[in-house]
């Protein structure tokens, strides 16, 4: 069975910085697009990231600059390195796997299977 499981989320200061991380496993992930997505309280569920490789990256203006998609293969995992946190990055965060892609797309509906999310909160 496929899984996605999401964790390094928590509490942390505005400023501060987290890193998420979404471990795969069931089947290898080395070459799908994986993505990150978040949706914080009474707001639609938003792109946040996503890669294929190194060089095919992508991020939402909002945290261009600030955070950054990185995936390990060896470990099957993919991870989300949020740094300069804002009390707007409140959210809980999901990670995503889009296995019949090539390209990572922003589009959630292209996305076939998602974890369960980890609460981020940035306190002001």
């Known amino acids: 069975q496929v899984q996605l499981v999401e964790s390094g989320g928590g509490l942390v200061e505005a400023g501060g910085s987290l890193r998420l991380s979404c471990a795969a496993s069931?089947?290898?992930?080395?070459?799908?697009?994986m993505g990150w997505f978040r949706q914080a309280p009474g707001k639609e569920r938003e792109f946040v990231a996503a890669m294929r490789s190194a060089d095919t990256t992508y991020y939402a203006d909002s945290v261009k600059g600030r955070f950054t998609i990185s995936r390990d293969i060896a470990k099957n995992t993919v991870y989300l390195q949020m740094n300069s946190l804002k009390p707007e990055d409140t959210a809980l965060y999901f990670c995503a796997a889009d296995s019949l892609g090539i390209v990572p797309t922003t589009v959630e509906t292209f996305y076939n299977y998602w974890g369960q999310g980890t609460q981020v909160t940035v306190s002001s």
């Open positions: 069931g089947r290898t992930f080395s070459s799908y697009p």
